[in-house]
């Protein structure tokens, strides 16, 4: 995720239906479903504190900065601890509701955005939240330049001067110009938390970090969760505690501690799942889905999101030329994969944006398999027979998508090399400028966008100034369009809705047909495994595997 892919799924929008109050999905909706309230079978017993919350997932990252932190496997932990001015509301990705923010408004060209915070808020540490508080955030964000820094930053100029503290209780967001939904960027999960500023000042090393390292291992925010001293244990589990502080107070049911593993392997969340001791669990394969689904004692999630799931294709050596990179795309066995192999868990990509991306082309050309069409694109791009590739993966995500890659290569007279890391090496590589020679032809990978903007999702995965030669981004396989450059950075602040829509209708079709990029797998559903007698959990499309710990319960 991406942020990338932490799940054995994984790394925006659909829909909700109660009624039962199980989790359900009506089919040709737009939303995601809520957990609501449990009812039915009863899951096995606990026989551990029913107070406690414990869920399981593949990985995670100990990278608690908002500034740098742009994982899924970081967002998980860190979802409890900070929060952001708005949030989007429910299972909306474009409608917005207060957090730390009670009110917002714009000026007349929506140039100017003026938010007033509520009263009485305190970080964990006892530090008042003003507005001073926010400016010092977003200011450190925006120039440390760590990698979330564009969220916000693509709109501000120079955040000193733009960013104004009106009083203590009111900020306002002078940007560099018309933004009608910049309420909907303030709302992204990453690059939005806010921090202590007192962290900023006691555990700075110099202007280059600001608190930077200290942040890696610790977390101070306004949030209902803490970490306690020692609660970190790196590649094992994190615990969080109620913080006894927090603002909107603890009435009503709420988990006392949340307890994360990391369980790489899926049949082993599975079988902690079904014994009891664990509440929540990230997807295994699609045999445990489906034995799991078919188990009255848990509900899985089914609900399709903006993530993708897709084949990097390096745009150097033996796939240099779009013909090779066209070639790939013939080469894979899209209906019987999907359907064979992952078993519905996820659905035809229809290109490289997802479906419910804002601008989304529906009628983008689609790759059919086609194994003599990839023979003669590959020789009128010099790739010779018995030329070997390499794929690589981490433990527990993209080891099936190789091995019918690996088998379509051979048809194809190719060989495919798979290499299976960690998540932390796979993240390492995929983010750090490396000699052609020391690169993966192809890496298994997925991202979701930060808000529901084309230029958000693209800049990140396709720019040339995101190849990691030039920052520690994910367009892992240095790919260089001049064309796909300028419309994506162009829609950053392109406010006619139609000429954006025809701009990222050229863009899509450059990036699939023209000059491929990527193999589009699918679009992900969202199948968690959650106890029966979980309550309170929504799935919003754009907070993709993550919960609101403070909103959960157990019936």
Excluded at 58 to 79: H, K, M, Q, T, V
Excluded at 219 to 235: E, F
Excluded at 389 to 399: A, D
Excluded at 511 to 535: E, H, K, M
């Amino acid at each position: 995720m991406r942020r990338a892919q932490v799940f054995a799924m994984v790394s925006i929008l659909v829909l909700a239906a109660c009624g039962t109050g199980e989790p359900s999905v009506v089919p040709g909706a737009t939303g995601p479903a809520s957990t609501g309230t449990a009812s039915g079978p009863t899951p096995a017993p606990l026989g551990r504190d029913r107070d406690t919350l414990v869920v399981a997932v593949d990985a995670f990252n100990a990278d608690f900065d908002p500034a740098s932190a742009y994982l899924l496997s970081e967002a998980l932990i860190w979802r409890g601890i900070y929060e952001s001015l708005v949030r989007l509301k429910g299972d909306s990705a474009t409608e917005v509701e207060p957090l730390l923010a009670d009110t917002w408004d714009h000026n007349a060209d929506a140039s100017s955005w003026t938010f007033h915070l509520h009263p009485g808020v305190k970080f964990s540490d006892g530090t008042a939240l003003d507005a001073a508080a926010v400016k010092a955030n977003y200011v450190r964000t925006i120039g440390l330049e760590l990698g979330t820094n564009l969220i916000i930053g693509s709109f501000i100029a120079d955040a000193a001067k733009d960013i104004v503290v009106v009083d203590p209780q009111t900020i306002t967001f002078k940007l560099s110009g018309p933004t009608p939904h910049f309420d909907v960027v303030m709302a992204a999960q990453y690059g939005t938390g806010i921090v202590s500023p007192k962290v900023f000042a006691d555990h700075s090393t110099g202007d280059k970090d600001q608190g930077h390292e200290f942040l890696q291992s610790n977390a101070i925010g306004t949030g209902p969760y803490v970490m306690a001293a020692g609660a970190l244990k790196p590649n094992d589990q994190v615990e969080l505690v109620q913080n006894p502080n927090y603002w909107r107070g603890w009435s009503g049911t709420h988990f006392k501690k949340i307890i994360i593993r990391s369980i790489p392997e899926a049949s082993t969340r599975r079988q902690l799942l079904e014994s009891g001791d664990v509440d929540i669990a990230y997807a295994g394969s699609a045999e445990d889905t489906a034995a799991v689904r078919a188990n009255p004692g848990f509900k899985v999630g089914d609900f399709k999101n903006l993530d993708m799931t897709y084949i990097i294709l390096g745009a150097y050596g033996p796939l240099a030329k779009p013909e090779a990179r066209q070639a790939m795309n013939y080469l894979f066995p899209y209906d019987d994969f999907l359907n064979g192999v992952m078993k519905g868990t996820l659905e035809r990509a229809h290109g490289v944006f997802p479906d419910l991306l804002a601008t989304h082309d529906q009628g983008v050309f689609e790759y059919t398999t086609n194994v003599d069409k990839a023979k003669s694109l590959l020789a009128t791009a010099g790739v010779a027979p018995g030329t070997e590739l390499t794929y690589e993966y981490y433990t527990g995500f993209g080891k099936e998508a190789g091995l019918v890659m690996q088998a379509q290569l051979e048809k194809a007279g190719l060989k495919l090399k798979l290499v299976e890391k960690d998540f932390s090496a796979v993240n390492s590589d995929l983010t750090t400028d490396r000699p052609v020679d020391q690169r993966a032809n192809m890496y298994y990978w997925g991202w979701w966008p930060d808000y529901n903007a084309p230029s958000d999702y693209s800049w990140i995965l396709f720019n040339t100034d995101a190849a990691p030669d030039a920052c520690p981004c994910y367009n892992s396989g240095y790919y260089k369009n001049a064309r796909v450059d300028d419309i994506i950075n162009k829609g950053f602040t392109q406010t006619d809705d139609t000429a954006l829509a025809k701009d990222f209708k050229e863009a899509q079709d450059i990036l699939v047909q023209q000059d491929p990029a990527w193999i589009p797998v699918g679009q992900q559903l969202d199948d968690t495994y959650f106890r029966s007698d979980l309550a309170g959990q929504v799935f919003n499309p754009l907070y993709i595997l993550t919960w609101d710990y403070y909103a959960l319960s157990r019936s």
